[in-house]
């Protein structure tokens, strides 16, 4: 129901998003509910100069009238400030200098060689420009308004990093304190970690090197009976794995207690049920927020490990495709890290995925008819399990 499209290069005139499915009457503004998370995805200890450059802004194109979505598919348009450096090398147009910065030496890590070889490209660039983590700008706009959408229902979403350059930094979740996670460099609510990470990026930067970490996208108030157990592709889980899989440089990702349950015994792992005085309560949240391919109403916890960065200052043995001779890897400019940007670019791969869900669910035509869905699902939930109440 909610599909998202992007298009545009790194180094590209713009980046162009798709996001059709969006019902009609949900509030959005650019400056208030989009360009707050774009400059999000864009900090963080251990940026590169690229970031000084772009300041993204995302102007809205179709889709919005006066403030308000029309139930048409929204365009969104954010202009790469980097293009004018890059005119004659990356014009659409025949002529220029297209072989000017000319990539040849394929990076281990990247998708360099093995988009070289299935588009038939010797000139790398015309993979790496489209490969590029620029391009998770297009995700976190069209996350921001599937982000705007979820809290018309009452959901609270919060991204944070869990783990960078092999230093644990969880300090637990506290969702009174979410405005620290934007004061932090590092996405963290550990101060006490935070500074001898930092230590780890300064000292990965002198080295030539780059560093990965854990992530966590998390939401609050997410409502029981989103996604289904009746076929591989409707399960939420599944679902929301292939979306932070999506994400450049990850390589693994777990719902909840995730690889430690493989490691513990079945009495530590799974979350009793208890009646409560509001309805069918849990005490402990093992599962993630999901069972089944359905969310269970706590908090919905998702988790991807991201690699470092492929791009290094002291390259690795490669092959150059234009003469098969051996070289060293490329070297554009690049991140030391980006794991606490990574952190945004999750929660808003991982928000369009739940507020499809949601559409799914509770329709998808007017803000208001959702809204009302789902305060009744809620008082139905709140009664189930009772005596009293007639189920079918």
Not at 118 to 139: C, F, I, M, N, P
Not at 166 to 192: K, Q
Not at 307 to 324: H, S, Y
Request: glycine share 12%.
């Amino acid at each position: 129901m909610l599909r998202f499209l992007s298009a545009g290069e790194s180094h590209g005139p713009a980046l162009t998003i798709l996001l059709d499915g969006v019902p009609a009457g949900l509030e959005v503004q650019s400056e208030r509910d989009i360009d707050p998370w774009l400059r999000r995805r864009q900090g963080g200890y251990g940026r590169g100069r690229r970031q000084v450059i772009e300041q993204d802004r995302a102007r809205i194109l179709a889709g919005v009238r006066a403030g308000r979505t029309t139930g048409a598919p929204l365009s969104l348009h954010i202009e790469n400030r980097d293009w004018q450096n890059w005119t004659e090398i990356m014009s659409p147009d025949p002529g220029g200098e297209p072989r000017k910065r000319a990539l040849t030496e394929a990076r281990p890590g990247h998708a360099d060689l093995a988009g070289g070889i299935k588009y038939g490209h010797t000139d790398l660039r015309d993979v790496l420009e489209r490969a590029s983590a620029r391009e998770t700008a297009s995700r976190v706009a069209a996350g921001a308004v599937a982000m705007r959408l979820l809290d018309t229902i009452g959901v609270t979403v919060a991204a944070r990093v869990v783990s960078l350059g092999g230093i644990p930094c969880d300090g637990g979740m506290h969702w009174d304190r979410l405005d620290e996670l934007d004061e932090s460099p590092l996405r963290t609510f550990d101060r006490d970690a935070e500074d001898r990470i930092i230590d780890r990026i300064d000292q990965a930067k002198q080295d030539g090197d780059t560093l990965g970490g854990v992530i966590e996208a998390r939401f609050r108030g997410v409502p029981i009976g989103l996604g289904s157990h009746t076929q591989w592709d409707r399960k939420l889980d599944g679902r929301l794995a292939q979306a932070a899989m999506s994400i450049q440089a990850m390589k693994g990702v777990e719902i909840g207690d995730g690889w430690h349950a493989a490691h513990a015994p079945g009495s530590d792992v799974h979350d009793p049920i208890y009646p409560g005085d509001a309805g069918i309560e849990r005490r402990s949240n093992r599962a993630g927020g999901l069972e089944g391919g359905i969310t269970t109403g706590e908090d919905l916890v998702v988790r991807a490990a991201m690699k470092p960065i492929a791009t290094l200052m002291k390259p690795l043995p490669t092959v150059d495709v234009a003469t098969g001779q051996a070289a060293d890897a490329a070297r554009e400019r690049s991140d030391t890290t980006a794991v606490p940007a990574a952190s945004i670019v999750l929660l808003a791969m991982t928000s369009i995925v739940l507020a499809d869900a949601v559409l799914e669910k509770f329709g998808a035509d007017t803000v208001r008819e959702i809204v009302e869905r789902v305060e009744a699902h809620q008082q139905y939930v709140a009664a189930y399990g009772r005596r009293d109440t007639i189920h079918s």
